[in-house]
């Protein structure tokens, strides 16, 4: 017996003893109470997203109004106009402290130490020094009286910038 | 295969709701689902339970049946199966199989010899994983092709015939004793 004729025989006996076929199947009443049971307990898909899109679209609708409400309302504020901010970028020279005001004042003090020869009227310190922390030792003349009120506040930025600030109390705008 | 049968039955009309579409599934299912229940399981009652279970299933989570006819048929089957698969774990079917084979063997001198034979066919069958008495029923019984054996599982076609092979020669071992030294071959 070759193996074709021992899977025709395993066949046979698998089909002449399949249990479904003297089964009549489910009777009436069984279907009956198994389609109510299932259908019983089917969960229908929850609908309660189904507007999500309608919802979404009034949030940011509500949204937009109220931003466009927070600008409008942002253009008539009473703040003040910002100042032009005045700075100066030099080269790092040496490290220098965070915060550093010092008065640029020491001219009425080498004024009346060492009188040097008189500077034009005409001659304006460089606001942005190569030299800030070094004293003046050059006279500044007439014109220093007027800078006598003068201040310099100097800082550095992390990122190694060094801003200048000169500050004139009896500067006049034009 | 009744696969005609149900997308014929289920290209009537679409389905609206989740209980519209099962109530079509299950009118066009439960007749094929339970006879191979029936050939899976020991007797009927476990059988019924079983087409009932694989329902339930389907009503509980209706949104994980494919579209198609023929995909929520063989979702069904698959279900069907691993029903099975799970009950056989919990029962250990297959020492209640060896001790039934065995208590056939007693009892034959007492019985119909054709009544014999279907008890020991289905004691071996039960001896089989449910998977692979799925394989054996849908193939050898119900006739289906290996490449339809395969959809209906959800398995490779090559899967398909390494369980056949193995079913073939564990059932005839069991049925029709060891093989011819000329056929070990």
Do not use: Y
Not at chain 1, 12 to 31: F, H, K, T, V, Y
């Amino acid at each position: 017996m070759n193996r074709q004729t021992r899977d025709e025989q395993l066949r046979r006996l698998l089909r002449e003893a399949d249990p479904a076929a003297d089964d009549p199947g489910l009777s009436r009443e069984e279907i009956r109470h198994m389609r109510r049971t299932v259908l019983s307990a089917v969960s229908e898909p929850r609908r309660r997203w189904g507007f999500a899109p309608l919802l979404m679209g009034a949030a940011t609708a509500i949204l937009l109004l109220v931003l466009g409400w927070t600008l409008w309302l942002g253009g008539f504020s009473t703040a003040p106009s910002r100042q032009p901010v005045r700075e100066a970028v030099v080269p790092p020279i040496s490290p220098s402290p965070i915060f550093t005001v010092q008065p640029a004042a020491p001219t009425l003090r080498v004024t009346s130490e060492k009188p040097a020869a008189p500077r034009s009227a005409t001659h304006r310190r460089r606001p942005a020094s190569r030299k800030p922390a070094a004293p003046r030792t050059s006279s500044p003349g007439p014109v220093a009286i007027a800078e006598a009120e003068t201040h310099q506040i100097q800082f550095s930025t992390p990122g190694g910038t060094r801003i200048i600030w000169v500050l004139t109390a009896n500067q006049t705008t034009d | 295969m009744s696969a005609l049968t149900t997308s014929t039955i289920l290209e009537r009309a679409e389905p609206q709701t989740a209980t519209e579409r099962l109530a079509r599934l299950f009118d066009a299912c439960h007749d094929r689902l339970f006879r191979l229940a029936r050939r899976l399981a020991s007797d009927r009652e476990e059988a019924r339970d079983l087409v009932q279970e694989a329902f339930l299933r389907a009503a509980r989570r209706p949104g994980s049946i494919p579209e198609g006819d023929e995909p929520a048929e063989a979702w069904l089957v698959r279900t069907l199966v691993n029903l099975c698969r799970d009950r056989h774990r919990r029962i250990t079917v297959r020492s209640r199989a060896h001790s039934a084979l065995a208590r056939d063997e007693e009892d034959q001198g007492r019985m119909e010899s054709a009544v014999v034979a279907r008890a020991t066919v289905q004691a071996a069958l039960g001896r089989l994983s449910p998977r692979r008495r799925a394989v054996v029923v849908l193939h050898e019984i119900e006739g289906a092709p290996v490449r339809e054996v395969a959809r209906l599982l959800g398995v490779a076609e090559v899967t398909v015939r390494w369980h056949l092979l193995a079913a073939r020669r564990e059932l005839a071992g069991l049925l029709l004793g060891p093989p011819a030294k000329e056929d070990r071959r």
